[in-house]
């Protein structure tokens, strides 16, 4: 057989097997193809990123090698307004489902990829739109106010979006004489509830990361590391954030582990963030907030489900992408633009 003949055998091989994989997809949520295990994948994502002006966003809860490769790695509030700004053609997103969405609602004329679609979020699942709807018709005269971690489709019921590093911000921007409705977490409304002093109606959703610390086991570590803080983000549940000596958002965190003089730290949110706090303070420990099950760490088991190969597959078949309605897109963007608009006058 020629050469030429090999190479055509070849090629018809790989796209029989690559429509296998995309038949696939929709029941996987990621392609199923083999990579070449000698394949130096920092090396191939970087040359697909250049030939394809794509950019990695990546979220602070992402594995160490994704976390490595990425453009840019931050918080719901960094990563969206990456998102709006980037000039790449396309925008790989290493999230979790609704980040991605939110990604696409910001740039709807870019490509958008997530590793994998069933890459979801307990959060932003336990606040169905049909349900939210019914529960709003309640509160007529309400504003809406979302966290971010909601489907695409919530964000169509919400007046405005926040993120944990601007709620604060965005409860007070809201009229006094206003009533509030809080979705979907629960623990982050009763913090706001607690920092702000206003009353707000509360959607009873939660993070399944966040509200499984034990706080029987964060004492029991607080006692074996006396000089240790305790940071906490504000999904944790009120008695654990009650112990905190410190409670932000990932990013409001990480900042403050490079700046506080201490040098232990428990850490009571998804274990992922301690790869950035280590980088940035070498000398400094970072215990992991223990849950109560038998894992030394709480990760996130929908965050977690991205791996490099799986970025590399999408980077390379532009596979998954995100797609979204159009009315979609315009009714719920509004929210997310009300959320930056608050964000760049606090100069956050
Ligand atoms: S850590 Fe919690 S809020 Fe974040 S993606 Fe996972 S389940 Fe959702």
Known sequence: MSHVSNI?????????????????????????????????????????????NAIILA???????????????????????????????IIVFAGVHFMAETAKMLSPKKKVLLPDLKAGCSLADSCPPPLFRKFKEKYPEHVVVSYINCTAE????????????????????????????FAPDINLGRYLQKTTGREMVLWNGSCM????????????????????KLIAHPECEAHILEKADFIASTTGLLNYTKKSDAT???????????????????????????????????????????????????MKYELPEITLPDWVIKEGVASIDRMLEVSKKAGL
């Open 59 to 89: 979220h602070y809860y992402q594995e160490a090698d994704i976390q490595d490769i990425a453009d840019y790695i931050g918080d719901s509030l960094g990563l969206s307004q990456k998102a709006a700004d980037t000039d790449a053609d």
């Open 264 to 314: 232990e730290f428990i850490v009571a949110t998804e274990a992922g963030i301690i790869h950035q706090m280590q980088k940035a303070s070498p000398d400094k420990t970072f215990i992991p907030a223990p849950p109560n099950n038998t894992c030394a760490c709480n990760e996130c088991p929908h965050m977690r489900r991205n791996t490099l190969e799986k970025l590399y597959l999408c």
């Open 8 to 52: 055509n055998q070849l090629k018809h091989q790989i796209m029989s097997t690559l429509s296998v994989a995309e038949k696939h997809l929709d029941k996987l949520g990621y392609l199923d193809l083999e990579v070449d295990p000698t394949l130096d994948l920092f090396e191939e994502i970087e040359k697909l990123k250049k030939e394809k």
């Open 209 to 228: 990361v966040h509200e499984i610390f034990s706080a029987e086991k964060i004492t029991k570590l607080m006692m074996r590391h006396p000089e240790a």
């Open 154 to 181: 919530l964000k169509t019921l919400t007046d405005v979006c926040c993120t944990s590093t601007n709620a604060v911000h965005i409860i007070n921007s809201i009229p006094e004489d206003k009533e509030i409705i």
